[in-house]
């Protein structure tokens, strides 16, 4: 899944005094003892998110709830499996399981559940959902992309995502995410992903399954955001 409201921008910074671009700093996987840092940003990113919005609808106790269910994915799931795509000032995070580790083991399953109170019922119901409908075939897996909002609208997200989409282009799978808003989805086009279904639980917000299929060979650089 990923943030709300990122806005469309490109992969270069303008420099202090506005007279020239300067490039951005390639992403770098996060060590292990940067995971209660990013799952801070993460929980920032996500605080306004549909779907944990519905599944937290207490904001006071949202961003607390939201730090421990990250902070269990990147330590219990993420970092022993695959690579959590950051930056240098950790503002934001990608995080992605390779072919064949996307599957939540029960361990994980029942951590996440106890972030979440008394309505357990909610996010269980639609994270198992999500689990059975997800694509079978091997591929790249974005489980959660998000921006901190002070550094929303620089293109971090797009450069956060393009090591591994370069990887899914080079070895010829595809990458695959949960859009949580339209808004999402629409950007996540931009970047070649396609829409294959729309799935809610219980009367949540959809989320939009969408996949990409590995770019030919030579094919431009497709958009940002």
């Known amino acids: 899944m990923s943030i709300p409201n ?8 303008t420099g202090t005094n506005g007279s020239s671009p300067s490039p951005a700093p390639n992403p770098r996987g996060a060590a292990a003892h940067e995971a209660g840092h990013l799952a801070q940003t993460l929980a920032e990113a996500f605080m306004g998110d ?4 519905w599944m937290v609808p207490s904001e006071p106790r949202r961003q607390a709830r939201l730090r421990r269910f990250f902070g269990f994915e990147l330590r219990h799931l993420v970092l022993p499996r695959g690579t ?10 990608a995080l992605v399981l390779p072919p064949k580790a996307w ?3 029960p361990r994980v399953v029942m951590l996440q559940g106890l972030c979440f109170g008394p309505r357990v019922d909610r996010p269980a119901g639609l994270l198992a959902q999500i689990e059975r409908l997800h ?7 974005f489980a959660y992309i998000g921006v901190a909002p002070t550094a929303q609208g620089q293109g971090l997200g797009s450069r956060l995502m ?3 989409l370069e990887r899914c282009d080079a070895e010829g799978l595809p990458a695959y995410l949960e859009a949580s ?3 999402n989805a629409a950007l996540y086009e931009r970047l070649g992903f396609r829409l294959t279904r729309e799935v809610s639980f219980a009367g949540s917000p959809p989320l939009r399954l969408m996949v990409r299929p590995p770019a030919p060979s030579g094919s431009p650089h497709r958009g940002s955001y």
């Open 6 to 13: 990122v806005r469309l921008a490109g992969s270069t910074s």
């Open 50 to 53: 549909p779907i944990f919005s």
């Open 84 to 93: 959590a795509w950051t930056s240098e000032q950790l503002s934001g995070a």
């Open 103 to 105: 599957s939540t083991p």
């Open 135 to 141: 694509l079978r075939e091997p591929h790249y897996y």
């Open 162 to 164: 393009a090591p591994t």
């Open 181 to 183: 808003s339209e808004r």
